[in-house]
């Protein structure tokens, strides 16, 4: 659903677990808030063909695409190394009052200091899980575990991946894709952000098949 994070915010915390595949798109979005248009809030995503951060990558790369202001020519920080085809991995993007980072496996792999300090707060726009308008529609190529939304800068150092993510009192968002049927994905917070699945299909897997092998 639309919702408009209460002004300029000055901590944000983007989240997922991810197994992705490369089929030759320019980008696979993971969470993105009104990006390519005139709303556009933030993008977490992995780079394809194209550009990420308009620097070539290697396909697989997490990148984070935010505004602080309308035209902010700082808001992208990426990897330094994509991720590995089928193999599910945790990656967090963490914004902390103009301090980005990027967190692969609990691993800090990037950091950026911004002049400013704090996210644009635009019009409020609907959230896409695995799909962004920008680039004339672009969808995720794989599977997605877990994505968890919160207000506040979760990591600042390197941490032990969580294999569940969980919902406190700054949390926005926490849809998991582990388990359901249906059209409708539930938002695990309670705040009723709940998503609709159009021409996504459930699947049966988790991040803890690629540590015990028993699926």
């Known amino acids: 659903s639309s919702f408009a994070l209460s ?7 983007v989240e997922a677990w991810v197994k992705w ?8 979005p993971i969470l993105e808030q009104g990006w390519g248009t005139n709303s556009s809030r933030f993008y977490f995503a992995l780079t394809g063909e194209s550009e990420g951060c308009s620097v070539d990558h290697a396909p697989g790369t997490p990148y984070f695409e935010f505004k602080s202001t309308p035209d902010d020519p700082e808001g992208c920080v990426y990897a330094n190394q994509p991720l590995t085809q089928g193999q599910w991995t945790h990656i967090a993007a963490v914004y902390n009052s103009g301090n980005v980072k990027i967190f692969v496996q609990g691993e800090l792999l990037a950091e950026k200091q911004l002049s400013t300090t704090s996210l644009l707060s635009p019009a ?14 672009t969808w995720f190529s794989g599977s997605i ?11 600042t150092q390197d941490f032990s991946v969580p294999l569940n993510l969980q919902a406190d009192e700054s949390s926005m968002g926490l849809w998991q894709l582990n388990s359901g049927s249906g059209l409708i994905i539930s938002d695990s917070t309670g705040l009723g952000h709940q998503g609709t699945i159009d021409g996504a299909t459930w699947t049966a897997s988790c991040p803890e098949e690629d540590l015990d092998n028993d699926g």
């Not at 595949?21 to 696979?28: A, C, H, L, N, V």
């Not at 409020?124 to 529609?137: F, H, K, Q, S």
């Not at 575990?145 to 506040?152: D, Q």
Request: proline share 2%.
């Open 7 to 13: 002004g300029n915010s000055s901590e944000l915390t």
């Open 124 to 137: 409020p726009v609907d959230l896409n899980i695995g799909y962004t308008i920008a680039g004339n529609e």
């Open 21 to 28: 595949t490369d089929d030759g798109s320019d980008w696979y």
């Open 145 to 155: 575990f877990e994505i968890h939304l919160s207000n506040s800068a979760l990591y």
